[in-house]
């Protein structure tokens, strides 16, 4: 059948945009959809090493949620990725809203901070906790080293080998990487706001506080939406920094454990633990997907309409 030429441009159209649209698909589902439902399967069977054995339905997540072995450090690891939640937002997006309006008001030169506060999150994050381990180290890092020179000798300590320090030791790392993506964010929702808006508010005896709270803050919110959501995924799928700067055992004595961690050790075991079980750690990471989905959808809709209501 002769193709009219009406019809030519409409159909070359239609295989420009199947030749765009095609291949992400194809491997979107080839590597993020195809493991993410092999998951799911392997977590309702019985795993010899990676060998599958039979069907035990529920079991695996049992054990994972209530179980005498594995419960216990499941939600010690769950708390410590509640723990990091909580302090990134503070530290991590709260640092960012002030960098960011200090950024805002252009001080001498401003061009090159900007540049400055977003080189940490283009760098590795292989690099950066390793990084963050030398500085940390007790015999020659800069951090104690930096004590010992201002006087203050009973403030070092082996920041990573002490239980009360070497979770927040890894979130200031953490923060001290990604505290320039919530900077770049906030700031150029920032430069939407109406100038004439700030000027009439500081014409009105708006002081700092006052107009970062009940104006600059508010029209901001579609920042903080985006910026929250973001750091509530990346605080439960948090592996990279404590897999470098404490290893796979969440060391000491299980106080840097995080849920990244847990799934590793129990789908492929380590050095210490040679216990191999990829039943136990697909059913693990199944939870964690859906707790994640979940929440962070209802965290999305909730900030949405909170946006609204500004």
């Known amino acids: 059948m002769l193709v009219s030429h009406k019809q030519?441009?409409?159909?070359?159209?239609?295989?420009?945009?199947?030749?765009?649209?095609?291949?992400?698909?194809?491997?979107?589902?080839?590597?993020?959809?195809?493991?993410?439902?092999?998951?799911?399967?392997?977590?309702?069977?019985d795993w010899q090493g990676l060998a599958r054995g039979e069907f035990v339905g529920l079991k695996n997540f049992r054990e994972v949620l209530?179980?005498?072995?594995?419960?216990?450090?499941?939600?010690?690891?769950?708390l410590h990725n509640v723990y990091a939640l909580i302090a990134l937002m503070v530290i991590q997006n709260g640092g960012?809203?002030?960098?960011?309006?200090?950024?805002?008001?252009?001080?001498?030169?401003?061009?090159?901070?900007?540049i400055?506060?977003?080189?940490?999150?283009v760098l590795s994050t292989i690099i950066v906790g390793f990084l963050w381990k030398l500085f940390l180290?007790?015999?020659?890092?800069?951090?104690?080293?930096?004590?010992?020179?201002?006087?203050?000798?009973?403030?070092?300590?082996?920041w990573l080998g002490d239980s009360s320090t070497a979770l927040g030791a890894l979130i200031l790392a953490n923060a001290w990487h990604f505290i320039g993506?919530?900077?770049?964010?906030?700031?150029?929702?920032?430069?939407?706001?109406?100038?004439?808006?700030?000027?009439?508010?500081?014409?009105?005896?708006?002081n700092e506080w006052q107009l970062l709270k009940n104006i600059v803050w508010p029209l901001v919110a579609p920042s903080t939406t985006i910026l929250?959501?973001?750091?509530?995924?990346?605080?439960?799928?948090?592996?990279?920094?404590?897999?470098?700067?404490?290893?796979?055992?969440?060391?000491?004595?299980?106080?840097?454990?995080?849920?990244?961690?847990?799934?590793y050790r129990t789908a492929f075991g380590n050095q210490s633990a040679s216990i191999q079980n990829f039943g136990l750690g697909s059913a693990l990471a199944t939870l964690l997907f859906l707790f994640i989905v979940v929440f962070a959808s209802m965290l999305?809709?909730?900030?949405?309409?909170?946006?609204?209501q500004f």
């Not at 209530?66 to 419960?71: I, L, R, V």
Request: charged share 10%; no cysteine; proline share 8%.
């Open 116 to 121: 400055a506060v977003f080189v940490p999150v």
């Open 66 to 78: 209530f179980g005498a072995t594995m419960a216990p450090v499941v939600w010690n690891a769950f």
């Open 181 to 206: 993506f919530p900077t770049l964010v906030y700031l150029a929702g920032m430069q939407r706001i109406p100038p004439e808006i700030i000027e009439a508010a500081r014409l009105d005896g708006t």
């Open 300 to 308: 999305t809709l909730w900030l949405r309409r909170r946006e609204i």
């Open 8 to 45: 030519a441009p409409s159909l070359k159209r239609q295989l420009w945009v199947a030749f765009l649209v095609v291949p992400p698909i194809a491997f979107m589902s080839l590597f993020v959809v195809y493991p993410i439902l092999s998951a799911f399967a392997y977590a309702f069977y």
């Open 137 to 158: 180290n007790p015999n020659f890092g800069i951090v104690n080293q930096a004590l010992y020179a201002l006087g203050l000798d009973s403030w070092a300590k082996p």
């Open 96 to 114: 960012g809203f002030v960098l960011a309006w200090l950024l805002y008001k252009e001080p001498f030169g401003f061009r090159f901070h900007r």
């Open 228 to 263: 929250f959501t973001l750091l509530f995924i990346g605080a439960f799928n948090w592996f990279e920094i404590p897999y470098v700067m404490v290893g796979l055992d969440g060391s000491p004595f299980g106080s840097t454990d995080v849920l990244g961690l847990v799934f």
